[in-house]
């Protein structure tokens, strides 16, 4: 071949390289739910209807160890999308702003504009409205408050700016609330987004099962209260420090809520109930966006992502809602189905929420941005049955816990200096009801983790 012949053919194997790129760069539907815990079937929940989220878990890997860097949404959702970690500094309260990440953190938006997607938020992605200013498109659905009741008389109540109650069962259509008017707006974008054929990152933030438990009676009707059971820990630990316990504030402000002291048990079940028939109806509009996804032959060239921004206690350990450092507050459901990737797997590896957008830089091809804190779940994704991370941390205020293996160990460092531990093993106590760092035995292992958790906040700022 001469050399101009070997120029040309350069030139060609570049340019059908570069035509290749663009016609495999896969979609991202990424799809958010506001609260939710892992209480989905696919989980091993068996009481818990969520047939849409689990036929996404078969066509895809369920990674049953995620955890949030924070449990509350929006310090969640502002490390997740700008792939940076929370610190004592940033990214402490619901209404974080991605901001805090600091000018040198491309935010997954800006990263999926400048490779030419077209990105869209449809409802509660970041939590701050405009938070976020360079998505094409950022799309909010309209009522007279985020509470979005139906029912005349709370909706009275909270155009007065009084509290409602903390859930409303009617038999109404699906259509009312937010979330299926979030998966209608949705789908009607996959229709212009496939007609358009650019590559696009389509993020979708669903409300339920965040409070109030607002659920059509249909979705309440598929569960027989009396079959619900309370959490099998479901007092505060003896053991456990004062400072790991919280008043739960954000129930309590529901009308039907005592102000203080536990909850009495029917009202408690009710609750539960209230919060499963909201899992059961957000399935339920997940179901018909990978409906759309399918039907629309998308789904070959879209990766879809479905996490939750934090956990949530159900009265487990004694305490309702997010903002602690007990497993239930920190775990999240996390499925990645992706073309040619594996299907129906579950992964043990430790995954966090800050792992997302570099898992996302490699299923779509593209570069990583150096500031990114986490890790790429890529491995895990390609063999699911190998463990290849056995380690996470979340802080929730001053408390920061460090999960390795089976060890959940969180120190709140207070202002005398004076350090506060919880320590649970999971191999053998899953429900952390024995405060391990309060045995002398446990010295050792206590050291080794808080050495550990010193070194592993050392390798970022
Ligand atoms: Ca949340």
Same mark, same amino acid.
């Given at each position: ?168 069962? !009617? $038999? #109404? ?8 008017? +979030? *998966?209608? @707006?949705?789908?009607? /974008? =996959? ?10 990152? !389509? $993020? #979708? ?8 438990? +607002? *659920?059509? @009676?249909?979705?309440? /009707? =598929? ?239």
């Amino acid at each position: 071949m001469n050399n101009f012949l070997k120029y040309t053919f350069i030139l060609s194997v570049v340019f059908q390289a570069a035509a290749q790129d663009i016609k495999s760069a896969k979609n991202v539907l990424f799809i958010m739910v506001d609260d939710l815990r892992p209480e989905l079937n696919v989980y091993g929940q068996d009481l818990i209807k969520s047939p849409n989220i689990d036929a996404l878990a078969a066509a895809g890997t369920t990674f049953k160890r995620a955890y949030c860097n924070v449990p509350v949404c929006g310090a969640s959702r502002a490390s997740l999308l700008s792939g940076v970690r929370p610190t004592a500094k940033r990214f402490l309260k619901y209404y974080s702003s991605i901001n805090e990440a600091g000018p040198n953190a491309q935010h997954i938006v800006d990263y999926f504009n400048d490779r030419g997607y077209t990105t869209i938020s449809n409802n509660k992605i970041t939590h701050l409205k405009n938070d976020i200013k360079t998505w094409d498109e950022e799309w909010h659905p309209k009522d007279i408050s985020w509470r979005n009741y139906q029912d005349p008389k709370n909706r009275d109540l909270d155009a007065n700016k009084k509290p409602g109650p903390a859930y409303e069962r !009617l $038999a #109404v259509e699906d259509s009312v609330y937010f979330d299926a008017q +979030t *998966a209608y @707006k949705s789908i009607e /974008d =996959l229709k212009k987004l496939k007609a358009n054929g650019q590559p696009f990152f !389509l $993020a #979708v933030g669903f409300v339920k099962p965040h409070l109030p438990f +607002t *659920a059509p @009676k249909k979705y309440w /009707d =598929l569960y027989d209260e009396s079959k619900i059971r309370l959490p099998k820990q479901s007092t505060f630990p003896e053991t456990a420090p004062k400072i790991a316990n919280h008043k739960w504030g954000e129930l309590r402000a529901y009308k039907d809520i005592p102000k203080e002291g536990p909850i009495p048990e029917d009202l408690a079940k009710t609750l539960i109930h209230a919060y499963y028939a909201s899992v059961s109806f957000v399935d339920a509009q997940i179901g018909e966006l990978i409906n759309a996804l399918d039907a629309l032959e998308l789904r070959e060239s879209t990766v879809v992502v479905l996490v939750g921004d934090h956990g949530w206690s159900l009265s487990d350990h004694g305490l309702w809602a997010k903002h602690s450092n007990f497993e239930v507050a920190l775990q999240v459901p996390m499925i990645i189905s992706a073309p040619g990737l594996s299907e129906n797997k579950i992964s043990n590896s430790v995954a966090e929420l800050v792992d997302l957008y570099p898992t996302l830089c490699d299923l779509t091809s593209g570069k990583k941005p150096p500031h990114l804190q986490g890790n790429s779940l890529i491995s895990s994704l390609q063999n699911p049955d190998k463990i290849y991370k056995s380690t996470a941390l979340a802080r929730w205020q001053k408390g920061e816990t460090l999960i390795e293996n089976n060890y959940f160990y969180t120190e709140w460092t207070l202002k005398s200096n004076r350090i506060q531990r919880m320590l649970y093993d999971h191999s053998i106590d899953p429900y952390e009801t024995i405060n391990l760092a309060t045995l002398r035995r446990y010295d050792k292992t206590v050291e080794n983790l808080s050495q550990q958790l010193k070194l592993f906040k050392k390798s970022f700022n």
